[in-house]
């Protein structure tokens, strides 16, 4: 399944980067090198990769606060891991790690 993706402009800084999966809301944080405790693209697993920091989730206006639900949530290791939504985590951790991946040649 293809799920759209959409980095939010404007308010990125530092390497931490927003935007929308579907009807979801994320946030993470995208080294410019891989580290050692980022999670692994092609496994999800903690090691090399370029994101240390994610978090996917849906807020849920009540009628006095806002509900947040986490679907997942890596802080240099998982700490939330809705398995239903895997392919969902995978396919976002990828793009993010092809697209900040890229290095311009002059």
């Keep these: 399944m293809a799920w759209n ?5 404007g308010k990125n800084r530092y ?3 927003r935007g929308e999966i579907d009807s979801f809301s994320w946030y993470a944080l995208v080294h410019k090198e891989e580290v050692d ?3 692994n693209p092609y ?3 903690e090691g090399k990769g370029r994101i240390s920091r994610l978090c996917i989730y849906k807020d849920i206006p009540m009628s006095a606060y806002t509900k947040r639900l986490i679907y997942a949530n890596y802080r240099r290791k998982w700490e ?3 398995s239903s939504y ?4 995978k ?3 990828e793009y ?6 890229i290095k311009l040649v002059k």
Excluded: P, Q, W
């Design 37 to 39: 405790y980022g999670i």
């Design 15 to 17: 390497g931490y980067i």
């Design 86 to 89: 895997e392919a969902m985590i």
């Design 91 to 93: 396919e976002l951790v």
């Design 80 to 82: 939330v891991f809705n």
């Design 43 to 45: 496994d999800l697993e």
């Design 96 to 101: 993010l790690d092809r697209i900040y991946s």
């Design 5 to 9: 993706i959409k980095i939010s402009h």
